[in-house]
């Protein structure tokens, strides 16, 4: 069976179920008490070795059985959960995840995870896994040794049973073992049936028949039947089934059964009716079974709703969804000149279908940020530990959408930004004590939406920004002029701090120190088209605020033209358009301002800026101006008209034209003109 069709979903399924795994582990060290957080943990790590075994990853499996079994322990009550299980937990996720980057990265997915392994044998032995390699080979003369299964029977199958008996029948439970690499487990299943119903009668499997013959199972499960043969015969014919690795037969005690039974009952809370409690009872147990046919079901219905779609083929799909809009944008230009009412009306029909054409590509692309912010809760309590800090990282509106690409960049410098709230941000215990705090430090990650731009948070209620101590910093370093810093605002100083080198920490550590991360932070961030802003209260926190727009590839501009040429300014960085009289520009510090609403505005005009060639002079008092803003700055451009909005199609400028000042791109119009989009944030800074 040729596997590599099926290797870019098992890498994506193996992700998710390991990203649920580290987040479900996380809620479990909160509420350690819970066994439905293990349940579902279990089910992650069930599918991800019922996957890895079917796919021919052996070690992956093999990792993945063991954590299964320390799950199920805990969830049974064999062991009771601590954090030094959660550790050695946590350190065999990690192993799965470097085992599946290295499958996803054409590797072969193996590595050695005997000392992680040993450490889970002897915790699901009940000892501490602290002296693993001491204790070794005893751990896995442990896994060795056969584990039985044993099923619960309902007071049907009980009377079944018991008849059986009185003809002259024994009962069997019999526990059957595939081998790891067994790719066809049902049909193993079908064949081990057929010979037990020639021998005698199934009662009952666990997991279930349909369950067995969707391979809705790990590698074991367990049948009782009713015949009259002798457990060695049993088992050697179902040892004469290929890929059957072991098979346990033992006699069952009805006595056993029903007493275990009988004590079932008589454990129901007394107040409530028997019979009702026993039922809801059994039910919940049947649903609480990680195989469970219903869950089954429910992916089953889940999967059919939706498909995974290469991201390479959406942008395919986006770039002819480009050209469209630049073929609509001329049939707009021509309906205009020709002034044709039936070509005016498909034209608008064209357009509104176009526009509901572009929301659905562009939602199709859009991602949650919690794919990146899924990843924090585990560092943070890492990092904590390392740096001896309590912190409480709250996640808000991780529902929030943004375009894949940016998605995709927008981690790195999330990550920088975390690492600094924590180590720079969030006092120790012991200082937090003395200043009044709790000793938990809570740092706040929050994303939403605003216009077309999402928003993205990082507020700690640590020790603040000290503007002094900034300043010093960067005097000492040559970043800013005594003079410059005499007459800079607190956000101005504290964005000195996304210089490159520029760092306060006392002293270097593994987490920060050397002046490297937030200069990357702010570069990325404005590659992207975004900004970042810094407030902070001395002893009373910071909060670092990300601007990022919605999407890179279409955006809404306000066109204009200077002499011959047309220049597109985006309407996120507009806040208004003016006409000013020549004779309102002033000079002040050698640059040209106006007064924009009690503001001093500098006035920046686009044709020297662009060196745009003159072909005639404008005789006119007045000057069209565009005012712009990024963060708290302001800046009016001059242009000779307004042409209006429209929505256009970013296009890059290719590898020739990489370092042009203040243009981010180019874009097509209607009538074939190419219009230079301009980068508002690089001309006022």
Same mark, same amino acid.
């Given at each position: 069976m040729?596997m590599?069709q ?5 890498i994506e399924?193996s ?5 649920a795994?580290n987040e479900q ?6 509420n350690?008490?819970?066994?439905a957080?293990v349940n579902?943990i279990f089910? %992650?790590a069930?599918?991800l070795?019922?996957m %890895? ?6 070690d ?6 063991q954590?299964e079994?320390?799950l199920?322990?805990i ?5 009771k ?9 946590f350190?065999a996720?990690?192993?799965l995840?470097?085992?599946?980057q290295s499958?996803a990265?054409g ?9 992680v392994v040993?450490?889970?044998?002897l915790i699901e032995n ?6 693993a390699e001491a ?10 040794k056969?584990? &039985?299964?044993?099923?619960e029977?309902?007071?049907?199958e009980?009377?079944?049973l018991q ?7 024994e009962?069997?439970e019999?526990t ?13 299943v079908f064949?081990?049936?057929e010979?037990?119903?020639?021998i ?14 969707e391979?809705n199972f790990?590698q ?11 457990n ?5 014919k179902i040892m ?11 006699i069952i005690s009805?006595e056993?059964?029903?007493?275990y ?7 129901v809370?007394p107040?409530?009716?028997n019979?009702?409690? #026993?039922e ?6 049947q ?10 079901n429910?992916?089953k ?6 498909i995974?779609v290469n991201i ?5 799909l ?6 469209l809009?630049?073929d ?9 000149d020709?002034?044709?009412?039936e070509?005016?009306e498909?034209?608008?029909r064209m357009?509104?279908t176009?526009?509901d054409l572009?929301n #659905?590509i562009?939602n199709m692309?859009m991602v949650?940020?919690e794919t ?9 309590r890492q990092? &904590?530990?390392d ?7 709250e ?8 375009d894949r690409?940016v998605?995709?960049e927008?981690?790195?410098?999330l ?9 720079h941000?969030?006092e ?13 430090g809570? @740092?706040?990650?929050?994303a939403?939406?605003?216009g077309?731009?999402v928003?993205?948070e990082i507020?700690?209620d640590?020790?603040g920004?000290?503007?002094d101590k ?5 005097l000492?370093k040559g970043i800013v002029t005594?003079? &410059?810093a005499?007459s800079m605002?607190?956000?101005q @100083?504290?964005?000195l701090i996304?210089a490159?080198g520029f760092?306060t920490a006392d002293?270097?550590?593994a987490v920060?120190g ?6 990357v932070v702010k570069?990325?961030i404005e590659?992207?088209g975004?900004?970042?802003s810094?407030?902070s209260?001395?002893?009373?926190g910071?909060?670092?605020s990300i601007q990022?727009?919605l999407?890179?590839s279409i955006?809404?501009?306000m066109l204009t033209e200077?002499q011959q040429?047309?220049?597109?300014i985006?309407?996120s960085s507009i806040?208004?358009?003016?006409i000013?009289?020549k004779t309102?520009?002033?000079n002040?510090?050698?640059?040209q ?5 009690g503001?001093v505005v500098p006035v920046l005009?686009l044709?020297?800026i662009f060196e ?7 005789e006119?008092?007045f ?5 712009v803003?990024?963060?708290d700055?302001?800046a ?8 209006g909005q429209?929505?256009?199609v970013l296009k ?10 203040a243009?981010s ?6 009538d074939?003109q ?6 508002c944030n690089?001309l006022i800074?």
């Amino acid at each position: 069976m040729d596997m590599n069709q099926y290797l870019e979903v098992f890498i994506e399924e193996s992700k998710e179920h390991l990203q649920a795994c580290n987040e479900q582990l996380l809620e479990l060290e909160k509420n350690p008490e819970d066994i439905a957080i293990v349940n579902e943990i279990f089910r %992650s790590a069930h599918t991800l070795k019922g996957m %890895s075994a079917t796919m021919g990853y052996e070690d992956l499996a093999k990792l993945t059985h063991q954590m299964e079994n320390v799950l199920d322990a805990i969830r049974n009550g064999k062991i009771k959960f601590n954090p030094e299980i959660l550790d050695v937990v946590f350190l065999a996720v990690d192993d799965l995840e470097a085992m599946v980057q290295s499958i996803a990265d054409g590797g072969d997915g193996k590595r050695d995870v005997s000392n992680v392994v040993a450490k889970l044998l002897l915790i699901e032995n009940g000892e501490s896994p602290a002296n693993a390699e001491a204790k070794k080979e005893v751990a896995v003369a442990i896994a060795e040794k056969p584990q &039985a299964a044993k099923s619960e029977y309902d007071e049907f199958e009980l009377t079944v049973l018991q008849q059986s008996r009185d003809q002259g029948f024994e009962t069997y439970e019999i526990t059957v073992a595939l081998r790891d690499d067994c790719l066809l487990k049902a049909a193993r299943v079908f064949m081990i049936f057929e010979i037990l119903e020639k021998i005698g009668e199934v009662i009952k499997a666990n997991p279930s028949v349909d369950q067995l013959e969707e391979e809705n199972f790990d590698q074991e499960f367990t049948i009782t039947i009713v015949s009259k043969e002798s457990n060695h015969d049993i088992q050697k014919k179902i040892m004469k089934v290929s890929e059957v690795d072991r098979v346990d037969v033992n006699i069952i005690s009805l006595e056993n059964l029903r007493q275990y039974e009988e004590q079932e009952v008589t454990d129901v809370t007394p107040e409530k009716n028997n019979h009702v409690e #026993i039922e809801n009872t059994s039910n919940e147990d049947q649903e609480s079974k990680p195989e469970d046919k219903k869950a089954a079901n429910t992916t089953k219905h889940s999967s059919s709703k939706t498909i995974r779609v290469n991201i390479e083929r959406l942008d395919i799909l986006l770039n002819l969804f480009e050209e469209l809009v630049i073929d609509r944008g001329r049939l707009e230009q021509i309906s205009r000149d020709l002034n044709n009412q039936e070509l005016h009306e498909t034209v608008e029909r064209m357009s509104r279908t176009t526009g509901d054409l572009q929301n #659905i590509i562009l939602n199709m692309r859009m991602v949650p940020v919690e794919t990146v912010f899924n990843r924090f809760p585990r560092m943070v309590r890492q990092l &904590a530990r390392d740096l001896n800090k309590k912190i409480d990282l709250e996640i808000i509106g991780a529902e929030t959408e943004l375009d894949r690409t940016v998605i995709d960049e927008i981690g790195d410098p999330l990550v920088h930004l975390i690492r600094n709230a924590l180590d720079h941000g969030v006092e120790t215990p012991e200082e937090r004590k003395a200043n009044g705090k709790s000793e938990v430090g809570t @740092v706040v990650l929050k994303a939403y939406h605003s216009g077309n731009h999402v928003f993205i948070e990082i507020e700690d209620d640590g020790a603040g920004i000290s503007r002094d101590k900034v300043l010093s910093k960067a005097l000492s370093k040559g970043i800013v002029t005594e003079q &410059a810093a005499a007459s800079m605002t607190d956000s101005q @100083v504290y964005e000195l701090i996304l210089a490159s080198g520029f760092s306060t920490a006392d002293k270097i550590s593994a987490v920060s120190g050397r002046g490297v991360g937030l200069d990357v932070v702010k570069s990325t961030i404005e590659s992207l088209g975004g900004s970042i802003s810094i407030e902070s209260k001395l002893g009373q926190g910071s909060v670092f605020s990300i601007q990022l727009p919605l999407t890179l590839s279409i955006i809404s501009v306000m066109l204009t033209e200077i002499q011959q040429e047309k220049f597109a300014i985006p309407l996120s960085s507009i806040i208004e358009t003016a006409i000013v009289k020549k004779t309102d520009i002033l000079n002040a510090h050698n640059q040209q301002v106006i007064d924009f609403r009690g503001k001093v505005v500098p006035v920046l005009f686009l044709n020297e800026i662009f060196e745009v060639p003159v072909f005639e002079e404008l005789e006119d008092e007045f000057y069209s101006v565009v005012i712009v803003r990024k963060g708290d700055k302001m800046a009016g451009l001059v242009v000779d008209s307004f042409i209006g909005q429209q929505e256009v199609v970013l296009k890059s400028l290719g590898n020739y034209l990489t370092n042009v000042f203040a243009i981010s791109g180019a874009t097509i119009l209607g009538d074939g003109q190419v219009a230079l989009i301009v980068d508002c944030n690089a001309l006022i800074k």
